[in-house]
């Protein structure tokens, strides 16, 4: 019935998202993204293809111009602003995610991160391994405050895990839960410049651009730490690197960034104060079977003429 082109790099021939596609008639065209393609590449990426999984990588309008098969394209996990999506909107593709399907394997890594800045792991790991023995003292999350900005699921399932901690859980958020007695709900002033740990758990774009900026650096606690584990590009970096090397900050964790791969001039290199993981927050092998799934979903859906589950085109 139609080509579907994969890019998710983690999707392979013969796996459970192959068979469903190839069970309801379609034919998986399997082009894993590793990196950025080059220009001719990326101008005949859709050239056949009726659906597509994508993973994170750019897809801009003139990528569309000539996919005139071409009528969804469905991302392997939760953010779409790689996607010109009013591009997409105007040559008549839906543009679907997959929500819900990796928020507890993000909520687990942004807690994870949260411990390693209080404890200085990254610092103690290579320390041992360079015959050190280091014996510094961290600190408990017990009675700190976790700051949250947004509370969709994966805001939601931090703030679960930091109560569960025994963490004061405060949240900024257009859409609070009175129900939630663990949780104090508040404006977003008040969680920056009252949070021991600031975890992001909101979408880039609109007015949340640059969320982070110089000002909203200097407004946290000199002992505060930042977690990213949303957009990269809701962090002035050069602000950023400007905190943590002028003690405005104690330390960040992020698995987000603006470009990525980390670039070899990115002035967060040369810091110590800073835990830099490799966007894998939501890349568990249970989040990536949900997630995938759920796009291959989305895509027959359209194609069979259905609404898709979770459309961000309307």
């Given at each position: ?12 021939p ?23 393609r ?22 801009t309008a003139?990528?569309?111009t000539?996919?005139?098969s ?15 999506v ?5 040559a ?5 995610n997959?929500?819900?399907?990796n928020?507890?394997s ?7 991160l949260?411990i390693?800045?209080a ?22 999350l ?6 949250i ?6 805001g ?5 895990l ?16 009175a ?8 404006d977003?002033?008040?969680?920056i ?7 992001l758990?909101t ?11 110089a000002p ?12 990213n584990?949303?957009?990269?590009s ?14 405005s900050?104690?330390?960040a ?5 603006e470009?990525?791969p980390l ?11 800073v835990?830099?993981?490799s ?10 079977a949900?997630?995938?799934?759920a ?9 069979a003429?259905?609404?898709?589950a ?5």
């Amino acid at each position: 019935m139609g080509r579907i082109l994969i890019t998710t790099d983690y999707l392979v021939p013969g796996d459970d998202v192959d068979r469903l596609l190839r069970r309801h008639g379609h034919e998986p065209v399997h082009s894993p993204s590793t990196g950025t393609r080059q220009p001719g590449d990326r101008a005949v990426l859709f050239d056949g293809i009726d659906g597509a999984i994508l993973a994170s990588e750019p897809v801009t309008a003139d990528m569309l111009t000539d996919a005139h098969s071409l009528k969804v394209l469905a991302r392997s996990g939760v953010g779409y602003d790689s996607i010109d999506v009013p591009a997409a909107t105007a040559a008549g593709i839906r543009v679907c995610n997959a929500p819900g399907t990796n928020h507890h394997s993000v909520a687990e890594l942004t807690i994870g991160l949260i411990i390693m800045a209080a404890r200085r792991l990254a610092d103690v790991t290579t320390a041992v391994r360079a015959g050190r023995w280091p014996r510094d003292a961290g600190h408990e999350l017990r009675g700190a405050t976790l700051g949250i900005i947004g509370y969709g699921p994966s805001g939601r399932a931090t703030a679960r895990l930091g109560a569960a901690l025994g963490m004061t859980v405060m949240v900024s958020t257009s859409h609070p839960d009175a129900d939630d007695p663990s949780v104090e709900f508040t404006d977003l002033d008040t969680v920056i410049r009252t949070a021991d740990y600031l975890s992001l758990h909101t979408r880039a774009g609109g007015t949340t651009g640059r969320l982070i900026d110089a000002p909203r650096l200097q407004a946290m606690k000199p002992t505060a730490v930042l977690v990213n584990t949303a957009r990269g590009s809701l962090v002035d970096e050069n602000a950023l690197a400007a905190a943590l090397r002028d003690g405005s900050i104690a330390a960040a964790a992020l698995d987000v960034l603006e470009t990525e791969p980390l670039p070899q001039d990115s002035p967060l290199r040369a810091l110590e104060n800073v835990i830099i993981t490799s966007h894998l927050a939501g890349q568990t092998v249970e989040a990536r079977a949900r997630a995938g799934l759920a796009a291959a979903q989305a895509v027959i859906d359209v194609l069979a003429g259905r609404e898709p589950a979770h459309p961000v085109d309307r």
